[in-house]
């Protein structure tokens, strides 16, 4: 699947040097001239994901090995938990604009048949971050992705991270961190599992 084109760069360059006109500086100078085209960059990119759908995502990363074909099968590994922690992305909060940040993404499923290419599952997070996100959505967005993907409901995904918006302003409670977790089929109803999931995050 190819990428689409940009979000529109003219018109970031023009918001940005409207903002800078807005706080009382002046974008002609020589320390901000190049200012405006450096924003449209930025948000650009770090905003990719919005030009996607949860199904697009999907269909970019759906980068599966058969587990009847590509992998020999040992034991019970149909219903063995596979877990990836320490996925770090950021993102940034709808409701002010601000930078998430340290956010630290586990995800876990059982296979159906199949598993995904470690690689992908990062990359699914980081391009879900790379909307104008709350972190609960975030999670639930990287888990609906892992599900169509998968072809299971039974995925779990648990973020924990500090908001800009909490951090640097408001309450500045500098050290706060949000934890938020989005459970699904067996990680919902099974508790023993969801024990199992937070044990081997401890390690």
């Given at each position: 699947?190819?990428?689409k084109?940009?979000?529109?760069?003219?018109?970031?360059?023009?918001?940005?040097?409207?903002?800078?006109?807005?706080?009382?500086?002046?974008?002609?100078?020589?320390?901000?001239?190049?200012?405006?085209?450096?924003?449209?960059?930025?948000?650009?990119?770090?905003?990719?994901?919005?030009?996607?759908?949860?199904?697009?995502?999907?269909?970019?990363y759906?980068?599966?090995?058969d587990?009847?074909?590509?992998?020999?099968?040992?034991?019970?590994?149909?219903?063995?938990?596979?877990?990836?922690?320490?996925?770090?992305?950021?993102?940034?909060?709808?409701?002010?604009?601000?930078?998430?940040?340290?956010?630290?993404?586990?995800?876990?499923?059982?296979?159906?048949?199949?598993v995904?290419?470690?690689?992908?599952?990062?990359?699914?997070?980081?391009?879900?971050?790379?909307?104008?996100?709350?972190?609960?959505?975030?999670?639930?967005?990287?888990?609906?992705?892992m599900?169509?993907?998968?072809?299971?409901?039974?995925?779990?995904?648990?973020?924990?991270?500090?908001?800009?918006?909490?951090?640097?302003?408001?309450?500045?409670?500098?050290?706060?961190?949000t934890?938020?977790?989005?459970?699904?089929?067996?990680?919902?109803?099974?508790s023993?599992?969801?024990?199992?999931?937070?044990?081997?995050?401890?390690?």
């Open positions: 699947m190819e990428r084109d940009l979000l529109n760069m003219e018109k970031l360059e023009q918001v940005a040097r409207q903002f800078l006109e807005i706080v009382d500086e002046d974008p002609d100078r020589e320390g901000l001239i190049e200012t405006p085209k450096r924003v449209a960059k930025y948000w650009a990119e770090l905003l990719e994901g919005q030009k996607y759908t949860n199904d697009e995502i999907a269909e970019m759906d980068k599966c090995f587990l009847e074909e590509d992998i020999p099968l040992t034991g019970t590994l149909r219903e063995d938990l596979v877990v990836e922690t320490g996925i770090t992305i950021f993102s940034h909060c709808e409701h002010h604009l601000a930078l998430m940040y340290d956010l630290d993404v586990t995800i876990a499923y059982i296979p159906n048949n199949k995904i290419g470690l690689s992908k599952m990062a990359r699914i997070a980081e391009m879900v971050g790379k909307r104008l996100q709350l972190q609960e959505k975030i999670g639930s967005d990287i888990a609906d992705i599900k169509k993907v998968l072809g299971t409901e039974d995925v779990a995904v648990l973020i924990k991270g500090k908001h800009g918006c909490m951090t640097a302003r408001g309450a500045k409670a500098r050290e706060a961190i934890k938020t977790s989005s459970l699904h089929g067996k990680f919902l109803n099974n023993s599992l969801r024990i199992e999931l937070l044990n081997l995050m401890k390690h």
